[in-house]
């Protein structure tokens, strides 16, 4: 019997099937390519006999459940109307049925690859290469276990029964272990000790556990070399000498690497021998800073140009300093330079203050200064600056007699700290004072008490010195106007002298006219220059 009624939809009515097939379309549902509703699930949602008055209006909206969701079922349809796919990578489930490899695990195209370390080779790479295809499994029959290792042949040539966790050698693999072993023998031969570049072992059969000898001339990397005999000590006495303001003092200071000895821009500012002791591994030198060699009338002049010359004379070596500018040699300069060269001592010319000439006007002046005397050698430098002077102290050594140390070590002058406080005092006067002032002066330290003196910041020394002049006129210019200028030298002074000592420093100041002590015998031996 033919059935004439109407088709009914999802919900029993006439149509309804129409209404909800606009409706999914509307509400964004699949596409008609898409996978259709099963029967059964239609007729599971038809309404009881009974109820077919009841409306029911199409459901609205997306389904409460992601089941009842047609594009939950599949998001290939999506893609194919250019719809951007829901999620990256494949689905969940489509992750879990993807066969992989077991060295990789799942991943999706956004995670960075794992790197995969292939498997290591065997042992006996050539014996597996080498093997016969005949030793290779047909198809048919089942596949054997791989064995462990591989066992090489013993020494004579036969093939060991294998133990527990190994497997013997296949027939196939005899031939290939056999040329491993041939090749051995062959590399054993070129390490015997007749042959060139062998070392000198044993063989493991005849020495077995015990260690292969050594031959005389295998030396290993970590043993002790021999050290290298120590270079030969040199100590010597170098006078520096020259004409005054050429930088004599300053030389000194920079070469020990600390003051010594007083510097200012007037002549004559060393009035006396000044020792400076550099000590280094392979020699020592006892520097010896020496007043300006000038035409002296008397007095103090004639003592200073004479202590200049004696040092010299005791002197192992000398530095002659120049300063650079004119190629022309004064008439003072040569005198000076025949006082020298009367002392026959090896001599250094040192042209100094470089830094205020033009290297091209160097060679001028050196070229000049070479055919005066045969110089030991001819040392451009720069004094203040330090420019060319780290390697200076080596050249000296050079030329100083073999011999030991001649000052023990830590001990870089001989001079007293009274002897040096009292010259920085001078140094205060030279740079403050002008004309006659700085020339007429002498300084004698009348007290030095270190009772308090201790390592710190609460040590002190007690300082009372006296400051000698000529003249009335020269005393009222050193105390100054309400005692200023008195009061600038003794804070410059006790600044310097603090440095030196490492405390604290209480300066008492005193002016004393002294009438001509420059030109008299006594008035030098109260001054403190006395005929060495």
Same mark, same amino acid.
């Given at each position: 019997?033919?059935?004439?009624?109407?088709?009914?939809?999802?919900?029993?009515?006439?149509?309804?099937?129409?209404?909800?097939?606009?409706?999914?379309?509307?509400?964004?549902?699949?596409?008609?390519?898409?996978?259709?509703?099963?029967?059964?699930?239609?007729?599971?949602?038809?309404?009881?006999?009974?109820?077919?008055?009841?409306?029911?209006?199409?459901?609205?909206?997306?389904?409460?459940?992601?089941?009842?969701?047609?594009?939950?079922?599949?998001?290939?349809?999506?893609?194919?109307?250019?719809?951007?796919?829901?999620?990256?990578?494949?689905?969940?489930?489509?992750?879990?049925?993807?066969?992989?490899?077991?060295?990789?695990?799942?991943?999706?195209?956004?995670?960075?690859?794992?790197?995969?370390?292939?498997?290591?080779?065997?042992?006996?790479?050539?014996?597996?290469?080498?093997?016969?295809?005949?030793?290779?499994?047909?198809?048919?029959?089942?596949?054997?276990?791989?064995?462990?290792?591989?066992?090489?042949?013993?020494?004579?040539?036969?093939?060991?029964?294998?133990?527990?966790?190994?497997?013997?050698?296949?027939?196939?693999?005899?031939?290939?272990?056999?040329?491993?072993?041939?090749?051995?023998?062959?590399?054993?031969?070129?390490?015997?000790?007749?042959?060139?570049?062998?070392?000198?072992?044993?063989?493991?059969?005849?020495?077995?556990?015990?260690?292969?000898?050594?031959?005389?001339?295998?030396?290993?990397?970590?043993?002790?070399?021999?050290?290298?005999?120590?270079?030969?000590?040199?100590?010597?006495?170098?006078?520096?000498?020259?004409?005054?303001?050429?930088?004599?003092?300053?030389?000194?200071?920079?070469?020990?690497?600390?003051?010594?000895?007083?510097?200012?821009?007037?002549?004559?500012?060393?009035?006396?021998?000044?020792?400076?002791?550099?000590?280094?591994?392979?020699?020592?030198?006892?520097?010896?800073?020496?007043?300006?060699?000038?035409?002296?009338?008397?007095?103090?002049?004639?003592?200073?140009?004479?202590?200049?010359?004696?040092? =010299?004379?005791?002197?192992?070596?000398?530095?002659?300093?120049?300063?650079?500018?004119?190629?022309?040699?004064?008439?003072?300069?040569?005198?000076?330079?025949?006082?020298?060269?009367?002392?026959?001592?090896?001599?250094?010319?040192?042209?100094?203050?470089?830094?205020?000439?033009?290297?091209?006007?160097?060679?001028?002046?050196?070229?000049?200064?070479?055919?005066?005397?045969?110089?030991?050698?001819?040392?451009?430098?720069?004094?203040?600056?330090?420019?060319?002077?780290?390697?200076?102290?080596?050249?000296?050594?050079?030329?100083?007699?073999?011999?030991?140390?001649?000052f023990p070590e830590g001990v870089w002058t001989d001079t007293s700290e009274r002897d040096l406080c009292a010259e920085l005092i001078r140094e205060q006067i030279l740079r403050r004072t002008e004309q006659e002032v700085p020339y007429s002066s002498a300084v004698l330290i009348e007290a030095?008490?270190?009772?308090?003196?201790?390592?710190?910041?609460?040590?002190?020394?007690?300082?009372?010195?006296?400051?000698?002049?000529?003249?009335?006129?020269?005393?009222?210019?050193?105390?100054?106007?309400?005692?200023?200028? =008195?009061?600038?030298?003794?804070?410059?002074?006790?600044?310097?002298?603090?440095?030196?000592?490492?405390?604290?420093?209480?300066?008492?100041?005193?002016?004393?006219?002294?009438?001509?002590?420059?030109?008299?015998?006594?008035?030098?031996?109260?001054?403190?220059?006395?005929?060495?």
């Amino acid at each position: 019997m033919t059935d004439t009624r109407p088709p009914q939809g999802k919900f029993g009515q006439p149509g309804a099937h129409k209404r909800g097939r606009r409706g999914r379309r509307g509400k964004g549902a699949a596409s008609p390519g898409g996978p259709q509703q099963q029967p059964g699930a239609e007729a599971k949602k038809a309404p009881r006999p009974g109820q077919g008055s009841t409306q029911h209006k199409p459901q609205q909206g997306r389904p409460r459940h992601a089941s009842q969701d047609p594009r939950a079922q599949t998001s290939k349809p999506a893609a194919q109307h250019g719809s951007r796919p829901q999620g990256r990578g494949l689905e969940r489930g489509d992750r879990r049925e993807r066969p992989r490899d077991e060295h990789q695990r799942p991943r999706d195209e956004h995670q960075r690859p794992r790197h995969v370390h292939p498997p290591k080779p065997s042992r006996a790479p050539e014996a597996v290469q080498q093997s016969t295809p005949a030793a290779q499994a047909t198809p048919g029959e089942p596949k054997k276990k791989r064995a462990s290792r591989l066992v090489p042949p013993s020494a004579s040539g036969e093939v060991r029964e294998s133990t527990k966790g190994e497997q013997a050698l296949r027939p196939e693999d005899v031939d290939a272990a056999l040329a491993l072993k041939l090749a051995a023998e062959h590399f054993a031969k070129e390490l015997e000790p007749g042959h060139e570049g062998a070392e000198a072992t044993q063989p493991e059969d005849e020495g077995e556990g015990q260690p292969a000898a050594e031959s005389d001339e295998y030396v290993h990397w970590n043993d002790p070399q021999p050290e290298q005999p120590p270079q030969p000590h040199r100590a010597g006495f170098v006078a520096i000498v020259g004409r005054p303001n050429v930088g004599k003092s300053t030389l000194l200071n920079r070469l020990l690497g600390q003051k010594l000895a007083i510097t200012s821009h007037k002549p004559q500012t060393t009035r006396g021998r000044v020792l400076g002791i550099l000590t280094q591994k392979d020699f020592q030198i006892a520097l010896v800073d020496t007043p300006g060699l000038h035409e002296a009338r008397g007095g103090l002049n004639a003592r200073m140009v004479e202590s200049a010359l004696q040092t =010299l004379s005791d002197a192992d070596a000398a530095l002659f300093l120049i300063e650079a500018g004119s190629p022309a040699i004064d008439g003072p300069t040569r005198k000076a330079l025949e006082l020298v060269l009367k002392a026959r001592k090896p001599t250094f010319l040192v042209v100094n203050k470089i830094d205020e000439v033009q290297r091209p006007s160097l060679l001028p002046l050196i070229d000049r200064w070479r055919g005066e005397h045969a110089w030991t050698e001819v040392y451009p430098l720069s004094a203040l600056k330090g420019e060319n002077v780290e390697q200076f102290p080596a050249a000296i050594a050079k030329h100083l007699p073999l011999g030991p140390p001649l000052f023990p070590e830590g001990v870089w002058t001989d001079t007293s700290e009274r002897d040096l406080c009292a010259e920085l005092i001078r140094e205060q006067i030279l740079r403050r004072t002008e004309q006659e002032v700085p020339y007429s002066s002498a300084v004698l330290i009348e007290a030095f008490d270190e009772a308090q003196r201790e390592t710190g910041t609460h040590g002190l020394v007690r300082i009372h010195a006296t400051i000698l002049v000529e003249r009335d006129s020269q005393k009222s210019i050193l105390i100054g106007k309400g005692g200023s200028m =008195l009061k600038d030298i003794g804070q410059g002074a006790r600044q310097g002298m603090e440095r030196l000592l490492g405390c604290k420093v209480f300066l008492e100041l005193h002016v004393r006219v002294e009438p001509g002590w420059t030109e008299s015998e006594q008035g030098l031996a109260k001054a403190g220059y006395t005929k060495s």
